[in-house]
């Protein structure tokens, strides 16, 4: 059960940073996307081992992490790296 909560939360901050990663790069925010690219490369290997040792019963596993993953980016890249007159690009 453990490894299976450690696959949900890897697969969170993966699909979170592949979230982030694309509105860094629609809104052209170079600095941001150039960390991110370094931290899902972590994130990315973290989910293979996972799936690698848990098979298919990690499918809902990985499915919830990446539905909360997706949708919390979304709504903190909107919060605090679209606000009007804040030029980090």
Do not use: C, D
């Amino acid at each position: 059960m453990t490894e299976m909560i450690l696959l949900m939360l890897s697969t969170f901050v993966l699909v979170f940073l592949r979230s982030f990663q694309t509105q860094n790069v629609i809104h052209r925010h170079y600095y941001f996307a150039g960390a991110t690219s370094f931290l899902m490369a972590g994130a990315e290997v973290a989910v293979v081992l996972g799936v690698v040792s848990t098979g298919w019963a990690a499918v809902p596993w990985i499915g919830t992490g990446g539905a909360l993953g997706v949708t919390a980016s979304m709504f903190l890249h909107k919060k605090y790296l679209q606000v009007e007159n804040w030029n980090i690009k």
